[in-house]
């Protein structure tokens, strides 16, 4: 018998090893790609929730003869919806910028104006879901706000890339405008070193 050929139905400490490697890997994989699976899908009814909450409160607002005293919004509450019509993007904003805020929707920069009211109303999102399209983003595309309150339009007039610690694009505005930051590139893996920043004016 030819030493170097292995008896029928021997396996090696290496094998079981191996066999059982490939078992966790698989494993892994599988509870990965679930829990990505269930975050998006968990997403996608809220972003249903959030349009159908806007609804009611456009209602709401549309049965008050006098406007009553806005209410100060606490984080992840609804406050409107964004669309870049030319790039296919709708998305609900949201109050604030928590990681759980920013899972379900895009958020209002707390300090900035609120969505469709007077001053620079800041809107951040993540370039990996609800701002992908931002890349594709030109100057003269519309934006869309629609709020409780009525629908704003407005035109881009700037893109530019900033450091993160840049926060004069967060700064006051005398006219009414809308700026969207996302993280740059857009492709990085990891962290991004950089800010992707929109604005735009009311039309």
């Not at 609900?92 to 895009?106: D, H, K, P, Y």
């Not at 001053?119 to 030109?138: C, E, P, Q, V």
């Amino acid at each position: 018998m030819n030493p170097t050929i292995k008896q029928r139905g021997f396996t090696t400490p290496g094998d079981i090893l191996l066999r059982w490697t490939r078992r966790a890997f698989f494993i892994a994989g599988a509870l990965a790609i679930s829990y990505v699976a269930l975050i998006l899908l968990h997403a996608f009814f809220y972003q249903r929730a959030a349009n159908t909450t806007l609804e009611l409160q456009m209602r709401a607002q549309e049965q008050h003869i006098v406007n009553l005293p806005g209410v100060v919004p606490i984080e992840g509450d609804v406050l409107g919806r964004i669309e870049v019509p030319r790039l296919g993007l709708t998305v609900a904003i949201l109050e604030g910028t928590t990681s759980r805020t920013l899972r379900l929707g895009v958020g209002h920069i707390e300090g900035t104006a609120l969505p469709g009211e007077p001053g620079n109303s800041a809107i951040a999102g993540h370039r990996d879901t609800y701002f992908r399209g931002l890349k594709d983003i030109r100057n003269s595309d519309q934006i869309l706000i629609q709020s409780a309150t009525g629908l704003s339009r407005y035109e881009v007039d700037t893109v530019q890339i900033v450091e993160p610690g840049n926060i004069g694009v967060l700064a006051p505005s005398t006219g009414s405008s809308v700026t969207l930051i996302t993280c740059y590139p857009f492709h990085f893996i990891g962290a991004a070193p950089e800010r992707f920043v929109v604005h735009a004016h009311k039309e």
